[in-house]
């Protein structure tokens, strides 16, 4: 399978733990995004990074919020001290970058619950 | 003000009739466009594209058409298909930065 995996598919959480979500993209992406989706919205964007490097990170992220590329191919997504407005689904999208035009190919997400 | 709007939640048509579905968006800086079709606890799967150069892009099905003064798009789907129901996303990169920024979608349901 050479599509963006993420892991895990599911994750039930209490409030006030961690959680932590890994996306592997496409191999040879070089950009790695993150959104959030909740019912009803559209994806939201949260942060990408071009290689290893972060390039932009939304308001939406919070401090509690951390996301990391350190080698530049796989990514980590942590919350901490999760709260119930957290619950939403976690989409990971990766792009081969040249300029220009660019198209996005999505992970099948994480579902975070928070009880 | 950059958004990209989807005014109809949802959307039902008959197998083998056209499924129209529409994108309206604030900003004339915006160039690029993109639908992206989703099913249930999948991700979003890239379906169309357009670019303001245009006013219709076509592929098999699915042909987006583009009209700029109006900043209007929309999504023709010729058969709709049972298998075509899906959650229907319209997106837009932000022209100031490399976001995606997405519609809150279009349910369509194509029945037999």
């Known amino acids: 399978d050479t599509g963006v995996s993420q892991d895990p598919r599911h994750k039930i959480t209490k409030r006030g733990q961690n959680v932590t979500f890994r996306c592997d993209p496409i191999s040879e992406h070089n950009r790695l995004y993150w959104y959030r989706q909740t019912l009803g919205q559209g994806p939201e964007f949260l942060t990408y990074f071009q290689n290893e490097a972060q390039l932009e990170k939304s308001r939406l992220l919070s401090d509690r919020f951390s996301a990391e590329r350190p080698k530049g191919s796989f990514s980590t997504l942590e919350i901490q001290r999760t709260e119930q407005g957290d619950s939403a689904m976690y989409l990971c999208?990766?792009?081969?970058?040249?300029?220009?035009?660019?198209?996005?190919?999505f992970g099948s997400g994480t579902q975070l619950s928070v009880l | 003000d950059q958004q990209v709007k989807q005014n109809s939640p949802s959307l039902s048509v008959q197998e083998g009739r056209i499924s129209i579905l529409n994108c309206d968006y604030t900003?004339?800086?915006?160039?690029?466009f993109l639908w992206y079709k989703k099913y249930p606890a999948e991700g979003p799967t890239f379906l169309i594209s357009i670019s303001s150069i245009k006013d219709k892009n076509e592929d098999g099905r699915f042909t987006v058409f583009l009209n700029k003064s109006a900043k209007h798009l929309s999504l023709h789907i010729v058969p709709s298909q049972p298998g075509d129901s899906a959650v229907y996303f319209c997106a837009a990169p932000s022209y100031n930065t490399d976001k995606l920024i997405f519609g809150t979608g279009t349910r369509l349901q194509v029945f037999p």
């Open positions: 900003n004339s800086m915006f160039d690029y």
């Open positions: 999208a990766s792009s081969l970058f040249r300029g220009g035009d660019e198209k996005l190919f």
